[in-house]
């Protein structure tokens, strides 16, 4: 059976380009073939089977005021239940977290995302294996976020919180006992336009890095 790798997160899973010039049909959402799980399906080969599950959007455990369904913590269950058995999660959340409206520090934010590994973990989607999961910090927003058009609902305050994601995300996943990449060290790329999404560079840098790690996470041929 081949194994099975879930891709949860928000627009920077789903895909969104805010830079039409750099998708390859000049969309708004980068080709199955630009995106970091499909090019880490392609890296891993036949053996594995990675989904994506992105939603634009997608907060770690916040309410969002102005759009429904946002909350993963609410969505967690039934979409892993949907995938069972899975091998292994990764999870990459925390940029809209950061937004102003949402009132939570770097830190919160960081206790979100442990909440929301916990209720992964309790899930029982694993089958008879232990649960895997990998927890990817997104890169920190960009500067010239405060002077795009993303300003407005973003706020001012969601750029340094980003900058600080990292640290407390490593810090829960010790604790957890779960895995951590930080996606901002591997020079994961944000556009010039928005600051705030992977560029196709950056979808393909993630994969090139993801595509050296999940066959230590999960080894084919090896049961967990």
């Known amino acids: 059976m081949k194994k099975h790798i879930l ?3 928000d ?3 789903h895909g969104y380009c805010a830079d039409p010039g750099d998708c390859a049909d000049g969309g708004i959402r980068f080709t199955e073939e630009q995106r970091w799980p499909r090019l880490l399906q392609n890296a891993l080969g036949q053996d ?7 939603l634009s959007g997608r907060t770690t455990c916040f309410e969002d005021p102005i759009r429904e ?13 949907s995938h069972e058995i899975i091998d292994l999660l990764i999870i990459m959340l925390g940029t809209n977290d950061t ?13 979100g995302m442990a909440r929301l ?20 910090a997104p890169p920190p927003i960009g500067e010239g976020m405060l002077s795009s058009v993303m300003a407005d609902t973003m706020g001012q305050l969601c750029v340094e919180k980003s900058r600080q994601l990292a640290r407390y995300y490593r810090e829960q996943c010790a604790l957890l006992g779960v895995s ?4 901002g060290a591997l020079g ?12 196709s560079r950056g979808h393909a840098r993630l994969a090139e890095n993801l595509a050296k790690l999940v066959p230590e996470l999960v080894p084919c041929g090896t049961e967990l």
């Not at 594995?48 to 992105?54: D, P, S």
């Not at 369904?69 to 239940?81: F, Q, V």
């Not at 937004?99 to 206790?111: E, L, Q, T």
Request: proline share 3%; charged share 25%.
């Open 69 to 81: 369904g946002l909350n993963a913590l609410d969505y967690i269950y039934p979409c892993l239940k």
């Open 180 to 183: 951590f990449l930080d996606a």
């Open 117 to 136: 590994v916990k209720k992964a973990m309790d899930t029982d989607c694993w089958g008879e294996k232990t649960p895997n999961i990998l927890v990817i």
């Open 99 to 111: 937004k102003d409206r949402f009132y939570a520090s770097a830190a919160c934010i960081g206790r």
């Open 48 to 54: 594995y089977l990675v989904t994506e599950e992105g």
């Open 11 to 13: 627009s920077n899973t």
């Open 7 to 9: 891709c949860f997160g």
């Open 188 to 199: 994961c790329e944000f556009n010039h336009v928005d600051f705030m999404h992977l560029t």
